[in-house]
């Protein structure tokens, strides 16, 4: 019995490279001793607990005592393992449990192997897989911008849940210092209303929220902006950028008395991975209402994201102002790239190949391009067939269907269909059969584009199929 067949074509142009305005860092590439298996686990939704089991195999040709195995950016990770000395040729396990944080897309968790009396790294794996949402992120960055302490301001932000699933906020997981926080309309939204003992800093935190679905357990709310209270910084946080291995910096942040009182410091403190020293000096020209606090590093001692927050006393007002402040730390030889300039660069040297040669490659005879097809699934349930071309920067598609056009739609497709390695002119070509559909049932169906950052764009209109 024939089965019936939609499909639906997408076009998109794009350039051979993504032109960023933010230069990228090489990352330190693997030695290469051990080759690593295990190392995709699937997919999951954020904040679920995941197992990978993670096998080195030793390629190096010489014996490797390995001693440890340590989470690169520490989030979470619980590693099982035991020194083992690695034969050439032989393997070794990590056990590894990982929570999954309030990412979503594509993700990645990065661990570096250490021999016995190495300080560095001999390796390392990286554990990917895709955190799909059942509530969408995108409602639940909140930028509440700068707002004075003394005017309370109030957000109700509901979620936006994937259609088809159940899930209702139950409990705040924790206070928040800056909102008093309520859960709304039966689970589905939140009440902020800002706190008048909210601290004088800026703030860019998570609100962990739990839920009732135990695939997505908690929602993480971002919660962004500036307190501003009598004393206000000229900057807040402090970026310090980019610090090579013993690398040394400093910044000055101006803190001014908005009232026009005169200005008392009390002590400053940092709390950070990493100490900084400060410095509280006279403005220039001195003014009471102004003080400037000279913020140094030290040479830099450590790699990846460092930083902190700076605690500092107003006598005067019995109370703290905030700043916070980070800097990147990177190797003394670590190679810092410019997307830009290498698109720049490909196009010159595109430019530069011979006359002969570009004659000789417009020449060159084309080839039959034959798309990347799923094979026909098995089964008598509708099958819906669609073909895409150029699927940049695409993880893959989701099924929804529905009784009715207008009507109630859940997904169907048991998890997202991963994306097909077709090339980028031919294309792919992905089949799909509703099991579940009862012959002579009237169905509604769409197909939604999933990205690998988590967002998702229908692609299809609702189409109408009977189910044979």
Known sequence: MRNNIFSAILSILLVAFSVCRAESLLPVHST??????GTEFGQS????KIHARVVGRNV?????????IVEREPGGAHIQFEPVLVQPGMTYPVELDITLNESVGRVAHYFDVFAKGDPDPIDGFVVRGFADWLVSPAETDIDFGTFEVSKSIKKTVAIEVRPGASVHLVDIEKPNAYFDVKITQDGN???LNSRS???????DENLLVKTDNALQPKVAFRLRGQVRGSVVPSSDPLDFGLLREGQAAELIVVLNDVSGKSLEIGSVTSKSRMAVNTAVLECTPAIKSCKNLKVSYPPMNMRGTTGGLLTIELPAYKRNLYVRFGAIGIGKNTQIRSLAEDFKAAQEETKSVSSVLQSSVAKAPSKELIPSTIPTPEGNGPLLKWQVTNEYDIYGYEIYRSDTETGSYARVSAK????????PEAGSIYQWRDSSAKSGNTYWYYI?????????????SPQKIVAK
Do not use: C, M
């Open 32 to 37: 290469g001793n051990f080759d690593f298996t």
């Open 416 to 423: 997202i269909i991963e994306r097909l390695e077709g090339g």
């Open 448 to 460: 939604n584009i999933v990205y690998n950052k988590g967002r998702k764009q229908q692609f299809t």
């Open 45 to 48: 939704h954020p904040f679920a």
């Open 189 to 191: 939204a939140l009440e």
């Open 60 to 68: 190096s040709g010489k014996p490797i005592e390995v001693e440890r």
């Open 197 to 203: 003992d909210a601290p004088w800093s800026s703030f």
